[in-house]
């Protein structure tokens, strides 16, 4: 791989005043089923988009989503990470409560854990899968493990059983907001532990525009979910707790219905994708994150991620800007324990020791040289961005 010194020097970068390899960008899926514009329209026209208690829509794709996961209940909210957090809530997580949080993921779910004002312990980041590690007691040590929330990141499939299982954790919460239609040991991610939650924003595999979706198989789970997610009311009058309005609409069923109708298609098309690029970057012998060897998975991909050689660290961020000068749709995700407020934040409770300052480090180092391009493109434009992010990087 070259080297950052060598690749900013290249004058034929459109960075450095070259000709882009690309005219523009390629045509990414946003996951919005335009066909269900005249529901849609229909819908409007009856003037009903929004129910106190949940809409007919609502209540059928709630009802669809949880038989495609094998539970027994769902609920539809306004956005996915409205559903991380109604999910911790319906678990008893709040001031103080120990949540075990893989690194890898996207920070809404920290940010549901700071706004419940729980205390987040994170867990590292297997460097060859990018998802989090399956032995975790080390890192759980001495802290009573009230819930783990763990993501499924980029489509691919953490070992959750595992994971619980080291963590100590009472309950599970399974963030599979960018893994619709992925599976682990023959069934659908989701299906493991108290609750499994999904986004439905856009480009997701069941898209809503905004929306998300928890299943779960407890009545009570569900009584203190939707409680919290209408206002804190039980029915529509009493106030037993606070909460927020974070039901979905209907207009916003609608089209998650639609999508969730072609899911095993999108999927197998997603899946086909990242193929056209596994296949590219595996012969120029640049490293991709895949599913543990051994685990009975099958993804279902939603960003293939470059993990560069350490050299990269500290120059990602240039390369990023560079690939898109390009027209490569190229990204990344930080490290969330990186995030600036953390640290402050987590020192302020008394949260902060020598064992989060050891991850720290080695997260950054990690993720600070991890690159990310969308599966949300045909595998013909899949595979020319990976050629040419593979002829920038080898040379």
């Not at 987040?120 to 975790?136: N, R, S, W």
């Not at 409680?227 to 707790?241: I, L, W």
Request: hydrophobic fraction near 40%; glycine fraction near 12%.
């Amino acid at each position: 791989m070259r080297h950052p010194d060598e690749l900013k020097q290249d004058r034929s970068l459109a960075i450095n005043g070259g000709t882009p390899r690309f005219d523009e960008l390629p045509w990414e899926e946003t996951g919005i089923v335009a066909e269900a514009a005249d529901d849609v329209a229909a819908l409007i026209r009856t003037r009903r988009t929004v129910y106190w208690g949940g809409g007919p829509h609502s209540k059928r794709l709630e009802a669809d989503f949880a038989a495609l996961i094998g539970r027994d209940r769902a609920f539809f909210h306004q956005s996915g990470t409205a559903a991380l957090q109604t999910a911790l809530f319906a678990l008893g997580v709040d001031e103080g409560t120990p949540v075990a949080l893989s690194d890898s993921g996207f920070v809404a779910s920290l940010n549901a854990i700071y706004h419940l004002r729980a205390r987040p312990v994170f867990l590292p980041t297997h460097p060859d899968t990018l998802q989090c590690i399956d032995e975790v007691a080390e890192w759980t040590d001495g802290t009573p493990v009230h819930t783990a929330l763990i993501t499924h990141f980029f489509g691919n499939v953490a070992d959750v059983e595992a994971i619980r299982r080291s963590s100590g954790a009472r309950y599970l919460v399974e963030d599979g907001g960018q893994a619709h239609g992925a599976t682990l040991r023959g069934k659908p991610v989701g299906a493991y532990g108290e609750i499994g939650s999904f986004a439905g924003s856009t480009k997701k595999l069941v898209t809503a525009g905004q929306g998300g979706l928890n299943v779960y198989d407890d009545p009570d789970i569900d009584w203190r979910m939707r409680t919290y997610g209408h206002h804190g009311k039980s029915g529509n009058f009493e106030g037993v707790f606070p909460g927020y309005n974070f039901r979905g609409g209907e207009i916003e069923a609608i089209l998650a219905h639609a999508a969730l109708r072609q899911l095993p298609e999108r999927v197998a098309a997603r899946n086909a994708t990242a193929d056209a690029m596994f296949e590219i970057f595996d012969a120029a012998g640049i490293r991709t994150a895949r599913p543990a060897v051994g685990l009975d998975c099958t993804p279902a991909w939603f960003d293939v991620a470059l993990v560069l050689d350490e050299e990269w660290a500290g120059h990602r961020d240039w390369l990023v800007d560079a690939l898109v000068a390009e027209g490569i749709p190229g990204w990344h995700y930080p490290a969330l324990i990186g995030m600036p407020w953390v640290k402050p934040w987590m020192t302020s409770r008394g949260w902060w020791g020598e064992r989060e300052e050891h991850l720290l480090g080695t997260e950054r180092a990690l993720w600070d040289r991890t690159l990310v391009l969308g599966t949300q493109m045909s595998p013909q434009d899949a595979g020319r961005i990976a050629a040419a992010t593979a002829e920038l990087l080898k040379g």
